[in-house]
């Protein structure tokens, strides 16, 4: 009889956890808001399947155990993968994107350093439109116009008030950003409660897209979070190591950097970059002759291909 009260005591004990932290600002970031969006964003790493039935480890199952999930989208041409879902108890909506697959990264990692300049132009739903990676944009552009921007933007149409969260590690946290330019054009000014936070984001287009994203005033709610010498982030390479232009068709960060120059273990002091410029050689750019892989693969010390599966 004591066994339905242990467990809806326990949901309410998560639920109020999960309030706290994503609650607990409106639009500075905040760590330990970034390592809960980062469950999330390893939950993308799963099979689908257990995905939409969220059947996730008990690493992360403790944390997210009352979100509902609403809708997943896979495609076999691309293997891309996202989820969307909500949690009424913390107000929240989470959009999450899958990056690439653990024994792929090595190659596409050697495809990103042979991009010397995003000529092409990525035309999104939204009504907005960059300069930047073929791949990146195909990536995406599978799952968006297969259902899932009409999906999310049902989903926040259905959810008013509710904080809007966009994820993805890798090449997820690249087709996240993009989603995040596609609701800005679908919605304008009427998404303020968008917030992207993404982790180990690669150069998704030139200047074009960091203007997309800077033009709605977003920024104090956009962070690339970025641990120690992850090369990931740097690809592809600008078209001057050690300035990083703004000349169109290069490749060039967006803000907001948040740069954990540590082991995202015992030490997370983490370093706020510029919120005007994604190029900040005063963050993990000055690091341009020393990156490194396995920072790539960590986040806030979780194996993020598996941490949740």
């Known amino acids: 009889d004591n066994a339905p009260s242990m467990h809806s005591g326990s949901q309410v004990l998560a639920a109020f956890v999960l309030l706290t932290i994503l609650c607990s600002v ?10 809960t969006l980062s469950m999330f964003a390893g939950t993308a790493y799963c099979d689908p399947t257990n995905v939409a039935a969220w059947k996730i480890s008990k690493t992360c199952s403790a944390t997210l155990q009352n979100f509902i999930v609403t809708n997943t989208y896979y495609q076999k041409s691309t293997d891309a993968f996202a989820y969307m879902g909500f949690d009424d ?17 090595e190659d596409w990692i050697d495809d990103l350093e042979s991009l010397e300049s995003y000529n092409q ?6 009504g ?7 791949g990146f944009c195909k990536y995406y552009t599978s799952l968006s116009t297969n259902g899932l921007l009409q999906s999310s933007v049902s989903l926040i149409n259905s959810k008013p008030g509710y904080s809007v969260y966009v994820t993805g590690h890798s090449l997820g946290g690249a087709a996240a950003a993009i989603h995040a330019a596609d609701l800005i054009g679908s919605f304008g000014r009427g998404i303020s409660n968008l917030k992207l936070i993404t982790f180990g984001e ?11 994203l800077s ?4 920024q104090n709610q956009i962070f690339r979070v970025i641990h120690a010498h992850d090369i990931v ?5 600008c078209c001057i190591d050690t300035s990083c232009t703004s000349a169109p068709a290069c490749p060039h960060q967006h803000p907001t950097e948040v740069w954990y120059d540590n082991d995202m273990k015992s030490d997370n002091e983490d370093v706020m970059c510029s919120d005007t410029n994604g190029e900040d050689f005063s963050c993990s750019d000055k690091s341009y002759l020393d990156f490194s892989i396995p920072d790539h693969l960590y986040y806030f010390d979780l194996f993020l291909f598996d941490v949740c599966c």
């Open 202 to 212: 690669p150069r998704v287009g030139d200047i074009s897209f960091t203007n997309v």
């Open 215 to 218: 033009a709605y005033s977003f």
């Open 233 to 237: 982030p740097h690809l592809p390479w």
């Open 89 to 105: 108890s913390s107000r929240i909506v989470v959009i999450s994107f899958k990056g690439t697959n653990p024994e792929d990264y």
């Open 121 to 126: 132009t990525c035309q999104l739903s939204g």
């Open 128 to 134: 907005v439109s960059f300069q930047g990676s073929t």
């Open 26 to 35: 409106n639009s500075q970031y905040d760590g330990d808001v970034a390592r």
